[in-house]
Every structure is written in C-alpha cells, then in structure tokens.
C-alpha cells in the first residue's frame, strides 16, 4: 500500500531535550516537505526537499533542523524543542515531475512541548 | 510569490444544505488546482484537481472548475451529510514557476444533523 508513515504518532516532551520525528513514504517520490499546522494558522511549511541530500527552508524553519540522506525518509529534528513548537505536524512527499503533483500525507504527529 | 485564499470558517451547515468554499489565488504561471479534505484525527488526503483551464474536478459529490479569468476553484457539493464535517484546503502547484506547493487556511466545515 502506497503511504508515508509517520512516528511518533503522540509525543509529549520538556523543554531542551532533543527529539526526531521520522517520515517515511514508500512511494519514490523525490519531493518530501514538513508543515506544522495551528489553529487560525493552516499548513505552514518548515522545510523542504526536491531530492536526496537537497534541502531547503520553507516559512517556519527556525528552531528545526532535517536531513535527507535516502530517499525515502526524511526525519525531523527539534535539537532544542520549546513550547511555542507545540503543534500538530505533517510530513508530505510528491513526484518531482508530471501533469501537478498530489501531495501524500502522512496521518501526523501530535507534539506537546512542556 | 504565489498564494491562495480562501473564506474563513468554522462554515455551519444542516444536512442536505448546498455548499459553496470559496477560493481565490494568485500565479505567475500556469498552475494546477487542488482541494484537500482532512477528517477529524486524520491527515490531509486529496479530494480532487484540476490542471487547466475550465477543468473541472469531482469526487465524493464535491466539484470545483478551474476559472482562470476569476483565478478561482471554488468548492461546491449540492446535499451536504454530516460525514462530510472537515476541513478543507484549497492548493496550487506551479509546475512553471517553483512547484513548491501553496497551500490555503482551510475551511472548516460542519454539518448537522
């Protein structure tokens, strides 16, 4: 079955202790990006990446760090986590090429920071 | 740069009522159009596209068309059900500019009974 997974699915964390939420999608899409999503807010994106060790900032990137070192997987990592990333977030992947390009999502991760 | 709007919610609706999301955008080339739906406790999944022009997308009774001379791809299902309670997205890609996906607020919309 065609998806991208996400884990955790839950996490509560403190202040200060580093944490990395995995993506995974088994789809070979070269095109895989994370948005965090608040009320009144919508879908904002943190980072994005059109290929394999090829990374790039979206709107909201301080305080994130990702990597892209295989395809498939594209972890998330909060070095310093604070409450104010206490958020909801989404990890999508695409083809890179094609007519448009339907984003996948995966089923997200509810992060609360204390 | 590109951008998307789209009318604020919560939209409150009985059963069987009509619906209409609005959606407005902005591109500097030739984007294609999408709606999302997200379900409570779930992801976003997509609910339908168009690519050009006067293309119209459907599913699950939903529907929107591509109308390029008001840039818009407004939502529109003719008998809500409360199974229908979501939040909705509306997205461009632009496959001639940064094909970096924008997305709408979202709309929340609920039904009931």
């Known amino acids: 079955e065609a998806q991208v997974t996400q884990n955790p699915r839950y996490l509560i964390t403190v202040t200060g202790k580093k944490l990395t939420v995995t993506c995974s999608q088994n789809?070979?899409?070269?095109?895989m990006s994370w948005y965090r999503q608040d009320p009144g807010l919508g879908l904002r994106q943190i980072y994005y990446s059109m290929n394999v060790e090829v990374t790039d900032k979206g709107d909201v990137p301080e305080g994130y760090k990702v990597s892209r070192k295989e395809k498939r997987n594209f972890p998330l990592i909060l070095e310093s986590p604070s409450p104010n990333q206490t958020s909801l977030y989404f990890c999508?992947?695409?083809?890179?090429?094609?007519?448009?390009?339907?984003?996948?999502f995966g089923p997200g991760t509810r992060l609360t920071v204390l | 740069g590109d951008s998307v709007t789209q009318m604020e919610g919560p939209v409150t609706l009985s059963e069987e009522a009509f619906l209409t999301i609005n959606c407005t955008y902005t591109?500097?080339?030739?984007?294609?159009l999408f709606w999302y739906v997200q379900y409570p406790g779930e992801g976003l999944q997509l609910l339908l596209k168009?690519?050009?022009?006067?293309d119209k997308g459907s599913n699950k009774g939903f529907e929107a068309t591509y109308r390029k001379e008001t840039t818009s791809f407004h939502l529109e299902k003719g008998s809500v059900q409360v199974s229908d309670s979501a939040v909705f997205f509306c997205a461009l890609s632009d496959l001639g500019g940064s094909y970096i996906p924008t997305f709408g607020r979202g709309t929340s919309l609920i039904v009931h009974p």
């Open positions: 168009a690519t050009k022009a006067d």
């Open positions: 591109a500097t080339g030739y984007p294609s």
């Open positions: 789809m070979n899409h070269e095109y």
């Open positions: 999508a992947s695409s083809p890179a090429s094609g007519d448009y390009n339907e984003q996948f």
